[in-house]
């Protein structure tokens, strides 16, 4: 059983930064994919970002993103971030974190490849 908490989330400005935290139990959490979904109100969670197991070497990330968030993880400190740059107001949404235990050297992009989830961080972009 892999259990997972998210923090960080809060109200933004347009533009401004943040990063966001999961932090995941388990002694072998390098070897978990590791994976950032989102879901606004009245939408479908979406992907977000991807990072692969072990140097977290693999990453993905939804093209509505791309040169914009950046997914790192920390296996000593069983976390992985998710680094947000110049957000924007369509970024609002619940944040989840999901890992899965199937050690994999690329991300994975889908849920379904996913066992764990977290209860999410609400992340709110004003404009």
């Known amino acids: 059983q892999v259990q997972l908490v998210e923090s960080g989330g809060r109200l933004v400005q347009a533009g401004g930064s943040l990063t966001v935290s999961c932090a995941a139990s388990?002694?072998?959490?390098?070897?978990?994919?590791m994976g950032w979904f989102r879901q606004a109100p009245g939408k479908e969670r979406e992907f977000v970002a991807g990072?692969?197991?072990?140097?977290?070497?693999?990453?993905r990330y939804a093209d509505s993103v791309k040169g914009r968030f950046t997914i790192s993880r920390d296996n000593v400190k069983n976390t992985v971030y998710l680094r947000m740059n110049n957000l924007k107001p369509e970024d609002t949404a619940v944040y989840s974190c999901?890992?899965?235990?199937?050690?994999?050297?690329?991300?994975?992009?889908?849920?379904?490849?996913?066992?764990?989830w977290g209860q999410g961080t609400q992340v709110t972009v004003s404009s």
């Open positions: 388990g002694r072998t959490f390098s070897r978990y994919p």
């Open positions: 999901a890992a899965s235990t199937v050690g994999s050297a690329v991300a994975l992009p889908t849920s379904r490849e996913y066992a764990y």
């Open positions: 990072i692969s197991s072990w140097n977290g070497g693999s990453t």
